[in-house]
């Protein structure tokens, strides 16, 4: 079993930065995917941004060049550091990982962008 806890997330002005952290717990062996997604109040569950077991990473258009994704392996964390933020940036951020041909999700952590 898989275990993720999300923290970092809260209220921040248009144009502030937030990091949120995943650590996982449990059996983590054959991680062969990382992620974050978002999930604003009326719309779908959307990819963020992910990084692979090579360190390979992909974004969503929408946060391009203003987010990034990492990964601590040591310390079992994942990383999004978020800057520039937007209004639109509102939502709860959910960690995601891929193993052993399942999905692990994270309860999520609510990050707010208004001022």
């Known amino acids: 079993q898989v275990q993720l806890e999300e923290s970092g997330g809260g209220l921040v002005q248009p144009g502030g930065s937030l990091q949120l952290s995943c650590v996982s717990s449990?059996?983590?062996?054959?991680?062969?995917?990382m992620a974050w997604y978002r999930q604003a109040p009326g719309k779908q569950r959307e990819l963020v941004a992910a990084?692979?077991?090579?360190?390979?990473?992909s974004y969503a258009d929408s946060v391009k060049g203003r987010f990034t994704i990492s990964k601590d392996n040591a310390r079992r964390t994942l990383y999004l550091q978020m800057n520039s933020l937007k209004p639109e940036d509102t939502a709860v951020y959910y960690c995601?990982?891929?193993?052993?041909?399942?999905?692990?999700w994270g309860s999520g952590t609510q990050v707010t962008v208004s001022s």
């Open positions: 449990g059996d983590t062996f054959g991680i062969v995917l």
């Open positions: 995601h990982h891929r193993l052993r041909n399942q999905d692990y």
């Open positions: 990084i692979s077991s090579g360190r390979s990473t």
